[in-house]
């Protein structure tokens, strides 16, 4: 696992809304990946591990995940001017610039180049996200019965239909159930 | 086409707001099932068409519902639908993070956060497969997503240059 570097001091709420603002208008194809490659790897406000923990906390709260994640990332650094602040950054520009997009799109749709363009945007989204859960999953080094856990997660909301409550309410418990089992494991 | 007011909105997305454990993504299929099936507020092309545009714009998926918001009730409905989806998930997030906050150290809620982990990795890589599906119109597609998985796995430069290259690559081919 590489050693993360020394973490940044703690922001303020202005930089928290930047923060987030930055990586949800970055964030094509949802903003998780953004998220976690601002806080954790560009400002270093949290670790690799503790930023996946936070993430783990809001997938299984009710809601956006990221949504979620931002008010418990924002309220711990600075109370509740913290978790607006990123809540209003996550969401506002992000909201601003889709009203214009529709708009836009009403027009361009019909263009081959724009819609080429889209889909290829598209797809390589997709691509990032796949990426992006590789990159936490080999930074984490997660011990092999989690990494288990993580693809059967994967394989039984994708390709299985399961719904995701069912995954959380069982998956849930075994992950919690392997890391202490893990934990009790002569070192 | 039935109407429904601001107000009803607010209370439909509210109460979808505490179904979607699992991200808002998992809320879509019941958020299709009742506007399109039980109520009829839009058709089937609509819902899908508003859901493949806050996709492919930047920002947090869950953001389709502003853009329904608005179809059905206008500005007050974009309004009303944002922050009926928001709202409660938020509020429960709140407290949930001053929990975790007050309870840090307890050797539980450690192996809880631990545990939880694989889980939402594992989500987040089943939202890519799906996406990969639903973006794909050709062979190339596959091809694309594969080489922006690998550049973002490996690469440490941003994941614009991969969404950049796979838009260059689908003005050539698709």
Partial sequence: MPTDPPLAPPPRPIDLFLAYAKAALLGFGGANVWCRRVIVEERRWLSERDYAEVLGIGQVLPGPNVGNASVMIGRRFCGLAGAVAATLGLYGPPLALLMVFAFAWDRLSGVPLVAGFMHGVAAAAAGMVIGNAARQASRLGLAWELMALLLLAAVAAAFLGVPLLLIVAILGPAGIAAVVWRGRQPA | ?174
């Fill in chain 2, 1 to 174: 086409m039935i109407e429904p007011s601001a107000g009803e909105l607010l209370l439909f997305f509210a109460r979808l707001s505490l179904l979607a454990v699992g991200g808002a993504n998992a809320a879509v299929p019941e958020m299709h099932r009742r506007m399109v099936d039980d109520y009829g507020w839009v058709t089937d092309a609509e819902f899908a068409n508003a859901y493949a545009l806050a996709n492919a714009a930047p920002g947090p998926n869950v953001l389709v519902v502003a853009l329904l918001g608005l179809r059905l009730a206008g500005p007050w409905g974009l309004v009303a639908a944002t922050i009926g989806m928001l709202g409660p998930a938020l509020a429960v997030a709140w407290v949930a993070g001053g929990w975790t906050q007050r309870l840090a150290g307890r050797p539980w809620l450690r192996a809880a956060r631990a545990g939880l982990v694989p889980v939402a990795i594992g989500l987040s890589l089943a939202t890519g497969v799906v996406m990969t599906g639903v973006s794909a119109v050709s062979a190339a597609s596959y091809a694309v997503t594969a080489a922006a998985a690998l550049f973002v796995w490996r690469s440490h430069r941003t994941p614009a240059w991969a969404l950049l290259g796979g838009g260059l690559v689908g003005m050539l081919l698709f």
